[in-house]
């Protein structure tokens, strides 16, 4: 396989990412776009790793998926506490949270 044929599905999760960010409403579909974007990124660094031959892209999508299970955690904490207060996960009713 090509790397453009990696950089073009990459580019496609990162589109769905942003636009699942941009539109959703609710919070964990808005976390689950995220996902889709550090996805992508992670394409990104293991194919570009696999180009040049080095195991430095590798390593780095090892951090990105860490990064993305702490992400994770601190999210659905976030998403949990607004279904507590709101009894809704929309996330137009976040700012309602402010003190």
Known sequence: MFLNQFLFLAAALFCIGIYGVLVRKNGVLVLMSIELIL???????????????DIGGQ??????????????????AIVLLIYRN???IDVAEANLLKG
Not at 42 to 50: D, P, Q
Not at 59 to 76: P, S
């Open 39 to 53: 996805n992508a990124v992670n394409i990104n660094l293991v194919a570009f790793g696999a180009y040049r031959g």
């Open 59 to 76: 390593v780095f999508a090892l951090f990105v998926i860490a990064v993305a299970a702490a992400e994770v955690g601190v999210g659905l």
């Open 86 to 88: 709101r009894r809704s």
